[in-house]
């Protein structure tokens, strides 16, 4: 389970999201919604402990992880999350097998490889290179990667932002299918996708987001 | 680790290789500078240290060390050879050798002195000179006037070539050296006995022409046996007395003062027993202002740190030199360091730890330094093995294989300059939050 405690964000151009209490429960998907700049992805970062918080708790299974040093973050990131990103966060030089062997440096079971690429319908684009792909395409390959080490917590950042609608919503169904039983929060913009999930946060009510100069954000 | 180390390093193949080829040439520049400036340092002094003495007329110490051991420049004068005679008796020397230099072949220098001088040194074919007459050719002056053993050469008076020609007493190829990559391979040597012999012959001849030309005037004040040390000049000044003989020919001015009767030698090279005969040699023989007595290794080292300001000049150059290469590399270094910020930023964000990518690029930058020490390494030796040649002229013989203690430090910084700045970053990177690299 994940409960976010008066959490805040502070940034270095004076912006501020301020948080209400949130809980993830484990094994449901969650869906954030909610304006650009509200607070969706920093939440997501701040979870993922690649962002540190201001003040507050992230508590994840009773462990305040907001307040844990950056080495136990990057430790807990590496062994219970997987991470899907908008921009896919690829390396293009590399064939789609090598960005997945990459986990291989931190001795992770890649086994599943093939599995996952299966059911994401790219098998035979193993051993074609990232820069190579299509977008839809890349974004499977981050899917199947960001689950082949088998996490705990799957968070994914508007994992269809650069799709259209239709390949989108197949890769969030495959997202959901082969993240099933996971806690997985998807954070987008597309309502359509809603339906998807077990829970729909609007963000919109959860955060309170100030910009530059004081004026709080819509 | 490091499969993967180098499969990522064969995807940026471009980058590598330009980083490579950054430290290789900044390297190499360094390791260069130090290396030649250490061996033409190392190689003037070694090839005057073989002799720890030498003896010849009063004069310029740097002029009679340069000439007697690289050939250059022009004698000092002579000196009579029973010196050479004593000091074989003396009990306190390992080696006389005596030193003459006077007549060239085509621009050649010829020098006369005894087989010992040539110690060390390879024949290519034929054997050492025992007679008068026989000469031992240097092997460009054989590949350049196409001598075989067997070949007679005229001879001329004077170091230039353009004086008049010994053509009554011809010497005869009956040795070529092997080629040494020094000055000895643009010079011929021969028994002291045959400029002796050479020089009594052509003053034989002057003297019949003069008795014809003077009714039987007799020049009393020459005295070919004996050469006096204190009468270097003796017999350059008998030269000055004869008459218009030799007006139409065109002696220079060194072969005309540096006349050699017998008995005379312009140097003699000395190598004592024991420090201490060095020093009774050097009370006794130093003793005579009309000798000038040298070690050569001090003399050289002299003209080397003091007199010859080139060489400090060298020095602080590759120190420059040096300094910018390290500044140069560690630029490289962090440039791409820098540039592989975001490959990095996208590891730890997909669940690396920077332990892990610390591993990874102290692999990658491992290879890059060590490829990049050793080709600079090779590199700046097939230089040094260019420039062996031209370096050659002066006398030294560059080893390219010869490797100074300085360059494995310099090698040694230059991978710690490859590897450091990239451990410093990583470093740096992990104290802070992934989004914030």
Known sequence: ?218 | MLKFALKNMFVRRARMVLVTLSIVLSASVALLAFNISQQVNDGIISTAGYYDMIIGPAGSSTQLAMNTMFFTDEPLGTISYEYVEELQASGLTNAVVPFTMGDSYNGAKIVGTSPDYLDGKKLKSGDMFNEAFEAVVGSAVAERYGLELGDSMITSHGLTGTGHAHEGNPLTVVGILAKTGTAYDNVIFTACETVWAVHDHEHAEEEHIHEDEDDGHVHEEEDHSTGEADEPMSHAAAHSNVPDTHEEETYDEAAEDHDHSYGDVCAILIKSKSFNDYYKLMEVYGANASLLCINPSTVLREVLEQVDLSTQIVYILCAIILLMNIVVISVITLLNMYDAQKEIALMRLIGISMRRIGQLYLIQNGIIGLISTVLALILSHACLGLMGSFVASMGIVLNVTAIYPLEWAIMALVFVLSVLPTMVRILSMSRKDSLSV
């Open chain 1, 1 to 218: 389970m994940i409960c976010i405690e008066s959490l805040r964000k502070h940034f270095t151009d004076e912006s501020d999201i301020t948080y209400r209490d949130l809980t993830f429960e484990d094994g449901k998907s969650y869906v954030l919604l909610g304006a650009s700049g509200c607070g969706k992805s920093t939440l997501l970062h701040m979870i993922s402990g690649a962002l540190s918080p201001t003040s507050g708790r992230i508590l994840i299974n009773g462990k305040d992880m907001a307040a844990a040093p950056q080495r136990e973050k990057d430790a807990f990131r590496i062994a219970k999350i997987g991470y899907i990103f908008q921009d896919f966060k690829l390396i293009d030089e590399m064939t789609v097998q090598d960005n997945i062997d990459v986990l291989k440096l931190e001795k992770v079971d890649v086994s599943r490889t093939d599995e996952l690429l299966e059911r994401m319908g790219i098998l035979k684009l193993k051993k074609r290179q990232v820069s190579r792909l299509s977008g839809g395409e890349k974004q499977r390959v981050a899917i199947a990667r960001a689950l082949v080490k088998q996490p705990e917590i799957i968070l994914a950042d508007e994992p269809t932002g650069n799709l259209n609608y239709a390949i989108g919503r197949k890769i969030t169904e495959a997202l959901l299918d082969a993240g099933r039983g996971k806690t997985l929060i998807c954070v987008t913009h597309d309502e359509r996708l809603c339906e998807l999930f077990d829970e729909v946060i609007d963000m919109n009510k959860i955060t309170t987001p100030v910009v530059k100069g004081g004026e709080q954000h819509a």
